[in-house]
């Protein structure tokens, strides 16, 4: 009887291990689309790529001519099951169908959805093809550029925390009452190429847009939040409010002595694409001395751009008949009707300003 018994726990004991490597070799398996061999043509090259995954190398390999994939199979990975997997399930029928790598990430998988086309055009290149021709876009980093020589002396910098994903992130920022100059965000333990890309991106964001209450980067919005909150603090922790800082506000530089006695200062409003836009302007009847416009709800890094380029160019030329900003056209024309209502207001002609 007991002998019987030991050759029954043999036999679980061996069923369990075929189970461990059965699983553990699933789990380093990919899936494949392609045509039937005999429809793939004889100049056809079969190539291998790589790329980072979230756990790893993801391999991939590829039969293609320069115009048509024929083939495409995950090779190798080590992706987090029921996450990265499902990229790795789907993703090679959606670029094989397309015959592009340029098809949407899969929801939830997106580092992995990334490593699998970047790994994919790592193999277009080896076969000396363009993946451009595929579709594919290298991402580029979007940055801003902090002149140091235009941080006023007045400016202070201050550190704030929250947490993120992974651990804390930690938000250093330079700024006065009414501008920030410079954010530098940094989380050490944040998810590669997600949250990471949330750390690159919204300091810009925040930058150019003069206010923390910016849009999350899609797919890292606990690592955004963070940022954003950690940035507060820092501006809290510098002595100025948060919430006083108002996006896409631009004010022209022009030294007070330079401003006659006469001049008169007024307001005007006009709809933007997101919301009101206002602008005020200091004027004689004959020249446009200042100009500030702001327009909480436009689009950063687009409305907003008309929002800091458009009163310096109203005050340079004396006129606001000047070119809308490329992209921008809605909130440039808000702020021209704007600064038209403003001039009104104050009781002068807006036409009769002569850029």
């Known amino acids: 009887m007991k002998q ?14 075929a189970a461990v490597v059965t699983g553990y070799q699933s789990r380093n398996l990919g899936t494949s689309s392609s045509v039937a061999k005999s429809q793939i043509p004889g ?16 391999k991939v390999e590829l039969i293609l001519t320069r115009d048509k994939i ?19 399930d789907q993703l090679p029928a959606s670029i094989f169908e397309a015959n592009s790598l340029s098809v949407d990430a899969v929801t939830g998988a997106t580092v992995t959805s990334t490593a699998i086309k970047n790994a994919a055009a790592q193999a277009i290149e080896a076969a000396g093809f363009d993946p451009a021709n595929f579709g594919y876009t290298k991402e580029e980093k979007k940055e801003v550029t902090v002149n140091l020589e235009d941080i006023p002396a007045d400016a202070v910098t201050a550190t704030g925390e929250a947490q993120g994903l992974g651990g804390p992130v930690t938000v250093e920022i330079t700024a006065t009452a009414d501008r920030i100059y410079n954010v530098v965000a940094t989380g050490d333990n944040e998810t590669p190429g997600i949250g990471t890309k949330a750390l690159e991106q919204l300091p810009g964001d925040i930058i150019s847009a003069n ?50 006695a006469d001049a008169v200062t007024a307001t005007g409003e006009a709809q933007g694409l997101g919301g009101p836009v206002t602008v005020e302007i200091t ?7 200042n100009v500030v416009a702001t327009g909480d709800k ?3 890094n687009i409305g907003t751009m008309a929002l800091e380029q458009l009163p310096g160019e109203i005050i340079s030329k004396n006129s606001i008949s000047v070119d809308s900003v ?30």
Request: charged residues 20%.
């Open 70 to 88: 024929y083939s495409i199979n995950v090779t190798e990975q080590n992706e987090t099951p029921n996450i990265g997997t499902m990229a790795v």
């Open 211 to 260: 206010t923390v209450d910016v849009d999350a980067v899609s797919g890292a919005t606990v690592t955004s939040d963070a940022i954003k909150e950690a940035a507060r603090k820092a501006l809290e922790s510098a002595g100025f409010d948060a919430a006083s800082y108002k996006g896409g506000q631009s004010a022209s530089k022009v030294d007070p002595k330079d401003i006659p």
């Open 326 to 355: 490329s992209g921008a056209t809605v909130t440039s024309d808000a702020i021209k009707n704007a600064a038209a209502e403003a001039l009104k207001s104050a009781g002068f002609d807006p036409e009769s300003y002569k850029g």
């Open 283 to 289: 004027a004689t009847a004959d020249k446009i001395y």
């Open 43 to 58: 100049d056809a090259v079969t190539v291998e790529g790589t790329a980072q995954g979230m756990d790893g190398d993801v």
């Open 298 to 300: 436009e689009t950063p």
């Open 4 to 17: 019987k018994n030991i050759i029954a726990l043999g036999v679980i004991a061996v069923g369990v291990v």
